[in-house]
């Protein structure tokens, strides 16, 4: 049986904002380890999301996974953190990243060079949060006497996202804890798991559906993994799969407005869907693979409350139960292609 401490919720992208705290009170009650903000743009802003997140439970620990060190000052962001951090301490898991490079040529954000950028970034942050005044200037940023006047007790864990070979290196020397993208199977999570320290915390975001039919549970995550996929071709999450090859050429010959086709073998490598007993089985080929912890995306994204419920009865069988009279938590929401990927390194 799967431990429920080491299985989490994503929440983000693909919830109504006003959902949040109603979806993260039942997923705490269900017993779940973990919850994650997944900060994609232009959706729901990243802290504002992980501050409901944190309003709505008691416990559990939340993180934010991420927040594009391009879209907010250092300063700005430690000052965000360590608000969190004393207003919920011990619970509040600081997720930062570079973003995704689309998003960030859009807005004329995109750094010189991104990973000395993260690099700064991540020093800064943890100096301002142990109280520290900073004076320097970076490759990107000037920091002129900059002193938070509320730091926290407990700065709050650091915790990097990333997906290709030197952004990974980099949060396994600098981070207390290391994100990797939805798409992340279990040869790529080998991989990973190679190039950080032993000690290094991994909790990977899943795709995730769950039904008696398994052919309906994969047609629910079909269309997701065809955007990341589309998305991610190039990166290493697509080129440690024994599907890269066949995937780069698809990509390759796609129309300017053509949807990948994804076959059931690439759901099975890259998401989690089917029935509980084989989502049961493929939690625990990614755990054994290397994740500590699995932040799980559940589809169809408006039938979250149903997903949730049977994830901790049918999947984790965590012994609780949520009796809910309210609404399904979850509304219809614009299609998942409309969606870009997520921000990673």
């Not at 002129?144 to 990974?168: H, Q």
Request: a negative charge.
């Amino acid at each position: 049986m799967i431990p429920s401490d080491k299985i989490g919720i994503v929440f983000g992208s693909l919830t109504p904002p006003e959902q949040l705290r109603a979806g993260a009170a039942l997923a705490e009650r269900l017993g779940l380890g973990e919850l994650w903000f997944s900060e994609d743009c232009f959706f729901t802003g990243g802290l504002s999301g992980l501050t409901q997140l944190l309003a709505a439970t008691r416990e559990i620990p939340a993180g934010l996974g991420l927040a594009s060190i391009a879209t907010r000052h250092p300063a700005v962001l430690a000052m965000e953190f360590a608000g969190l951090a004393r207003t919920y301490p011990g619970r509040v898991r600081a997720g930062i990243g570079l973003g995704n490079r689309g998003w960030l040529e859009q807005m004329g954000l995109l750094p010189r060079r991104p990973l000395t950028a993260l690099d700064e970034t991540t020093d800064i942050l943890r100096e301002l949060l142990s109280g520290a005044t900073v004076d320097r200037k970076t490759d990107t940023q000037t920091l002129s006497d900059i002193r938070l006047s509320f730091p926290p007790d407990t700065p709050p864990e650091l915790w990097i996202g990333a997906v290709n070979e030197r952004g990974l290196r980099l949060a396994g020397e600098k981070a207390d804890g290391v994100l990797l993208s939805v798409l992340a199977g279990t040869a790529y999570l080998r991989w990973v798991r190679a190039l950080l320290p032993r000690h290094a915390k991994v909790t990977a975001f899943v795709l995730t559906a769950i039904d008696e039919d398994e052919r309906i549970a994969r047609d629910a995550v079909r269309d997701a993994v065809a955007m990341f996929l589309q998305a991610e071709s190039a990166s290493a999450l697509v080129g440690k799969s024994p599907y890269a090859k066949e995937i780069r050429t698809a990509v390759a010959e796609l129309a300017p407005s053509e949807q990948l086709t994804v076959p059931d073998a690439w759901i099975d490598e890259f998401a989690v869907a089917g029935t509980p007993d084989q989502v049961r089985a493929r939690l625990g080929g990614l755990l054994d693979a290397g994740a500590n912890s699995l932040g799980l995306w559940l589809f169809p994204p408006d039938r979250l409350e149903t997903q949730l419920v049977r994830l901790a009865s049918e999947v984790l069988d965590t012994g609780q139960s949520a009796v809910s009279t309210r609404p399904e938590v979850g509304t219809p929401v614009p299609a998942v292609t409309t969606m870009r990927s997520n921000p990673s390194t």
